[in-house]
Structure formats: C-alpha cells, structure tokens
C-alpha cells in the first residue's frame, strides 16, 4: 500500500530504520513508497509529484529523522532508533556521510544545502545510549538495516590474493616497458651504490605494501592499522634517498637556478602514477568500501610509490635534493586526486 500521510512516513522510515530520500539503491526509497510503484526519471513529474514533496519535507521535519548521505552518499534518512549504532560505529565511515544535511532558504528565496558535521548534531541522550550498546549488537543493527534490500553477489577472493594478482599485472607490464625502453646499463651503474640499492626497494616495498593495505581497508571488518603497513618502508625509502642527494642541491645555469630534469621526473610520476590509481579503483570498486577515502589515499601512496620505483630505470643521474623535492610533489599530487571527491565517488 502506498505511503500517504506523515504518520505513515514516518513509520516507514522507524520500520527500516535508514531509507533513501528518492534515489534508487540497496535499501527502499521513501519517494517511490509514497507512489506506491517505481519511479522512472525524477519523482518531480510523478503524478504524485506534490504528495511526494510534502511528504519528505514533514519527514525531514522530524526530529526523530537525520537527512545524512550514509549510503553510497545518496541523501538518506535514518531514524533515531538507529542513531546509537551509527555512533558507535562512526569510525568505520567516512564523517561526510554522517554529517546532517539540511535544506534552507535564502533570503533571496533560492535553496541551500547546509551541513552540520558530525558529531555536532548528534543529542546527549543518543551518546550516551551509543556507549551502552555493544559494537556486536551495533555491528547487527547496521548489517540488519543496509542490507535489507541487497542483492546476493559473488564472494571476493581474499585482499592478498587480490592484491597480489594486481601487482602481478602491474610487473609483467612494467617489465615490458623497462625491457623496450630503458637504458640497463646505465641502471646497473647507479645500482653499484649502495644507497641507491635501499631507496629502490623501499619504494618498491612501499608501492607494494600500500596496495596490499588498500585491499585489505576496503572490506568493512579490517582496523585503520592497516593504513600503517607501508609506514616503515616509506621511512626507509625517503631517508635513503635523502641520504642519497650528495650532488649539487639545484641545477645553476644562465645564472639562474633552475629544476633541470626534475621536471621531467615529475611528469613521469604523474603520467604513471594517475593510470595506475585508475587501475586501482577498479580493482578495488567491487568492494564497496564503506569508508573509500582511507582506502583511496592508501592506494594513492602505493600507485605513486610504484610509479617512483619505475621511475630509477629512466633516470641517468643521481638525485639531487631539488629532484627529491619534485618526487615528493609528484608522490603528493598522486595521493591528493586519489583522495578527492571523484575517485572516492569511484569505488562506492
């Protein structure tokens, strides 16, 4: 039977305790319970399109009702019953999906969406009622609740293996290039120094830790720990190479200093590191990771750390403190656009 008043709204929204403003996902959708049958295109040309937008709006009105973005950052609506399990459970979501959304007008009668961060919204009564109940029980109401409407889908095969057919992948490829392309002599030159030796395999154990992590931070029962692995390679990588810029610190030229050929470096990074990021995201998309930005910006360390690595076969000299500087930038600017808006969009 369709939804027709906001008593009936409302009781919706307790009976399942998270539901869609409108949008199409895994769990109902307020606006198509209001129709009484699915809705093509925007509900606005429904013909019960007034019906649909009074109703939300006492529905938001509610203060038994928080409009967040909680899933796959659609707008959604959760009851307070629900409230106390979502805290509990906060860390294992991005804050932006458990911020409050709400509708203003302007003084110029155009609308807004302001947001007011999570916890802020949250009532007294709800944290303290969060600190009674069991991460068990919490971890039940939440699975309970989002998964009600989900579809059976094929198992995952476990993170490392994974992880490690991806990686597999990327070493077949990025052998053929160092094979067609890079000049070997030279390499087993630099290679002769010790140094050098240390800042290559902590940049490759860097790449390959972090992507290991990744997989692992998508799935929704591993600890941020996890974000930890590659830390103690990416120390080692980043003092080895600082050890190793015993050259001259910037190129100086025309009277003039300048980048020289780290330029080209950080170009390389980029033009290697942004591809392999998009590889990632695929990779990990399956997943659906309920917190994707630690889960992006981990792949980001691992994409770029990789594209380093791969780096030292097309680089005939050794590395000057400005070179380390724009690998550092070029490492960043990868980790940075895996972090943004889009790329998490990419995997929820």
Sequence with gaps: MPVKTKKEALDFVKR?????????????????????????????????????????????????????????????????????????????FDTERLSAVREEHTSTGAHRM???????????????????????????????????????????????????????????????????????????????QPVFDVALVGALTTGCLAVIAAFYLSLPDRRLRWALLPMPSFIVWWVASGAGCYRDWLEYRDGAWQIGESGHCFMFILGVGVPLSLALLLALRRARPIAPQRVVVV????????????????????????????????????????????????IR
């Design 299 to 346: 792949g980001g360390l691992g994409a770029a750390s990789l594209a380093a690595f791969l780096l030292q076969f097309f680089h005939p000299f050794d590395l000057t403190l400005m070179d380390l500087a724009i690998h550092a930038v070029g490492v960043a600017v990868v980790v940075t656009l895996m972090a943004s808006r889009l790329a998490r969009n990419m």
């Design 114 to 192: 302001a947001t007011i961060k999570f916890p802020d919204w949250v009532p007294a009564e709800v944290r303290a009622a969060a600190k009674i109940i069991s991460v068990t029980d919490a971890t039940d109401q939440l699975i309970d609740t989002l998964s009600s409407n989900v579809a059976p889908v094929r198992r995952l095969r476990p993170p490392l293996l994974r992880a490690g057919l991806w990686l597999t992948t990327v070493a077949l490829v990025g052998g053929l290039i160092v094979a067609r392309f890079a000049n070997l002599h030279i390499f087993m030159e630099r290679a002769r």
């Design 16 to 92: 399942h305790g998270a539901v869609l403003e409108s949008a199409k996902g895994t769990i109902p959708s307020l606006a198509q319970a209001i129709a009484g049958e699915p809705i093509r295109g925007s509900w606005w040309g429904h013909p019960k399109g007034n019906q649909i937008y009074m109703l939300l709006n006492d529905v938001c009105d509610s203060p038994d009702i928080v409009r967040c973005r909680l899933m796959d950052g659609k707008i959604t609506l959760v009851h307070r019953r629900l409230w106390p399990a979502l805290v509990k459970m906060a860390s294992a």
